[in-house]
């Protein structure tokens, strides 16, 4: 290795921002139990509310805002809890949707773009209605579902719709949605908290105990601190333009080595590239590129050391040449030029290799 480690996995998360750590460490003077009534637990509760406010308006969110551990968890309530009776979920949803949403919801197909397939959506809707889970950004491809399309048609069928925005929350505009779920650990803040966006409670059983009723357990005000300094910063909002064009040159890099870019034609959000280097074990292409010094996704779980088949690709139809050899390339604020010339170097390396032992 004759570099410093390049990290290229910020969709899985991203370091902590400095603005982010400094919230937090100042919000740490006030430890007490912001639920609590006294004069510490009074505090407490400002730098709770305060954070709360600034979310909202960093997100151009008017509604209200739950704390979370994450992402996850917000999927999990709405999917338990939403005030309608029938589940429609993507097909290329995030793995913890599906399993909240259960094996009786239906399941949308997307196309070989990655993108929902609208006659199936309004078919589903017609059944009665639904919460529809349609996230935003798919976080192994980067595709960017058409959420304003969708979000009419799923409110003119009077059902809600649940986006899963942890890619896209401090990137780009949120959808006008009716629950939207975000995490802070995606955009610079701490790991261990998201928030729910709720746009009307009325439509959401409560479960007693903090959060307006609507979640249990002691609240963490410095880590909501932290969430919300890490928006305010504006770092990925501010760094897309110039994302875009590393991505731009990733893909043009890859495509130069005769491997693929996935979901290329599709709209993409600017700081994740999906990449295939048809023949090569994935597995294999992992530890390669870790031992060269760069972090870098599969974009898929692994169960007892196995990896396993992205369910994305799958349901976008995708060749299993190219589904066994997927990396996700994902970027964040301080990535730059360089970093991305040094991976595609080593991406064409490991490239011509194989084309000398296939010659």
């Not at 009325?202 to 249990?216: D, V």
């Not at 074990?281 to 010094?293: E, K, W």
Request: proline share 6%.
């Amino acid at each position: 290795m004759t570099h410093p480690r390049i990290y290229l996995d910020h969709a899985a998360t991203t370091p902590v921002l400095a603005e982010a750590r400094v919230a937090m460490v100042e919000a740490l003077d006030h430890w007490a139990n912001p639920s609590s009534p006294h004069a510490e637990g009074r505090a407490a509760r400002a730098v709770l509310e305060e954070a709360r406010s600034d979310i909202a308006e960093a997100l151009g969110w008017r509604h209200d805002v739950i704390f979370t551990s994450g992402a996850s968890e917000a999927v999990e309530m709405v999917a338990a809890r939403a005030r309608v009776a029938g589940r429609v979920v993507g097909a290329s949803e995030h793995a913890i949707v599906p399993h909240a949403m259960g094996p009786e919801a239906t399941v949308l197909p997307v196309d070989t773009h990655g993108l929902i397939r609208l006659d199936a959506l309004d078919e589903a809707l017609a059944a009665g209605p639904a919460l529809a889970a349609i996230q935003q950004v798919n976080n192994e491809t980067g595709v960017v579902q058409p959420l304003e399309e969708i979000a009419a048609r799923v409110r003119a069928a009077g059902s809600l719709l649940l986006a899963d925005c942890a890619q896209s929350a401090g990137k780009m505009p949120l959808p006008d949605a009716d629950f939207i779920a975000v995490s802070a650990h995606k955009l610079g803040g701490p790991p261990g908290i998201g928030a729910l966006l709720v746009r009307d409670l009325g439509t959401l059983e409560p479960s007693g105990g903090q959060e307006k009723g609507y979640r249990r357990g002691t609240q963490d005000a410095p880590a909501a601190a932290g969430f919300a300094a890490a928006l305010a910063g504006g770092a990925f909002r501010n760094a897309m333009p110039r994302l875009a064009e590393l991505r731009r040159r990733l893909d043009e890099g890859v495509g130069a080595t005769g491997s693929v870019v996935i979901a290329e034609e599709a709209p993409r959000i600017a700081n994740i590239g999906a990449i295939a280097m048809p023949g090569a074990d994935q597995a294999s292409l992992l530890v390669q590129f870790d031992l060269a010094g760069f972090a870098v996704s599969a974009g898929s779980a692994c169960s007892s050391g196995k990896m396993k088949e992205s369910a994305v690709l799958r349901a976008m139809g995708a060749d299993p040449a190219i589904a066994s050899s997927f990396l996700r390339v994902s970027f964040g604020p301080d990535t730059s030029e360089a970093d991305v010339d040094a991976f595609l170097a080593q991406w064409t390396r490991i490239a011509g290799r194989r084309a000398t032992r296939a010659a």
